[in-house]
């Protein structure tokens, strides 16, 4: 039986996430942004959570894990690189490890840049991935603790991965990811139809994610390094694929 998955808001505008086996009855927590909404989600579904899966550092994914371990008395995973800021963590994992929730391997896969010992974690059974701020729908993280050449590496290992991953990110900020995506790459049609479906989610106050990685490698100008029309629109036609990355990324920070 596949994994369950409930998604729901936590604080303005950071995703919380229940991952949960029926068989089992084991849920992981995907980050712990906020306390009382994760309750209500538990509240809402009857899954009692066993393990919070912490992606990175920050205080927007780390605020309820003290909270949570406390009520649930759950186990706290996290990177290794972050382990001192991760309030609560009782595990550490490593780039290329797997470990298992409910039987289920979990691939662990560093991705520094947003943060420099940043993890996505990748059930490839059930085909999902959590990636926490390292990509978003039509967007990337923002590079705070890492370099344009670190995070291009990183977004590399995660398309690598099947494109038909279902992907899970930290953030709703879709929408004005769409309009600078819409500003570098105006005359894509597969973007242009994602644009204005966001628009109609965003109006309805629905989440436009999750997301899958196909859908991603089609419309998101941070996966698109390759693309030729892309790189015309840039002005970088010979330019390595890891400069065209950087260049999106400088743009976006002052777009
Ligand atoms: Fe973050």
Redesign the pocket.
Known sequence: MPLMVEQFMCRSDNFGVLLHDAASGETAVIDAPEERPILEAVERTGWRPTVILT????P??VEANLALKERFGLEIVGPKAEAAKIPGIDRTVVDGETFTFSGRPVHVIETPG??AG?VCYHLPEDRLLFV??TLFALGC??L?ERGPAEMYASLSKLVALPLETTVYC??EYTLSNARFALSVDPTNSALKERAEEIERLREAGRPTLPTTLSLEMSTNPFLRWHDPVLRRNLGMEGASDEAVFAELRKRKDVF
Do not use: P
């Open positions: 992606t990175h550092h920050h927007d994914h947003h943060t940043h926490g701020d993280g923002r705070f930290g953030h």
